[in-house]
């Protein structure tokens, strides 16, 4: 984040334009986040894949007798049973519209927290056409509903765990590192992959572009002072907003995560993001408000390259 009078408001809705994405075709692969004045979405589109139920083969050592027909076919059963899918909670139009909107203004304190916060996801996206209902578990009741955009660009969501017909993913509001579960199955949701994501080393102050498990550039960064860290774990890039009188970058890119530090800023809800800063002297040094400031090159590779919904890793 700049300093309050630079006026970066990666949450609000200032001097922003918010992107073309509600014109955008619902097969569109995850996009990129800006580019050549507007929002892309560049992203390649992998077609869902539908899950193969693989046989169950009952292993015995040489010296072990074989289970006998009745033990068997239990394991059979047990093992279909835990291919089920659990149907989701009904919920109407109605209920739907009711429930609070995960968005990067949301706070759900209800919502699960990541399990794994330093594990690196594979790169499965999650893209909402309209809205959907998100769930603390699987069957369990909704807690909230994720909508088709952010901040004027589509909502891509990275998957961090799974079940069958259910996917847990990232959300983009408060607490930090909030996730839900979403019904994989259901025909509003298109899925993709990127290939990309994004390391970001605070004591180095070094961000890692990785593209297929492979570093492709490395940059010094500016990272939050002490007293406004950049918050750690795994987010994710949210949005892309291309602000047309720039201050500070002519691009922003929101993360899913929040300063700890500030509840609101500049208007917005003290979201963290990815931007530029007019001089270089801010580079490899605690110098931003939580923000992570890049370099104009690395700014024009991210926002042209790196899919929404690509997670970072920030430790």
Known sequence: MP?????????????????DADSRAAEQPPPRPAGRGRVRILALLVLAAAAALTAV?????ADTPAPNAPNAAAAADTAAEADQVVAPAAVTDAQLAALPQETTFADLPTAPKDPAPGQQPDGLVLHPRT??????????????ALPP??????????????QPGWALVLLP????????????????????RTPYVLRVDRAAYRLELV??????????????KPVSPTPAGRAFVLASIRDTKPTFSPIVLPLSVHSDTYTTYGGGPGTVGVHGWPTDGVYGKSSSDGCIRVPPDALNILSSDVPLGTPVLIR
């Open 3 to 19: 300093d309050p009078d630079e006026h970066e408001n990666p949450g609000g809705d200032s001097t922003a334009d918010r992107g």
């Open 57 to 61: 083969a009952v292993a015995s050592r």
């Open 131 to 144: 809205a959907v209902p998100l769930y603390s578990k699987p069957g369990a009741a909704a807690i909230a």
């Open 149 to 162: 955009t952010q901040l004027g660009s589509d909502t891509w969501v990275p998957v961090i765990g799974e």
């Open 173 to 192: 509001g408060r607490p930090n590192g909030s996730t839900a579960w979403l019904y994989r199955d259901d025909p509003r949701v298109d899925e993709a």
């Open 211 to 224: 593209k297929d498990g492979a570093t492709v550039r490395t940059w010094t960064v500016g990272v939050g």
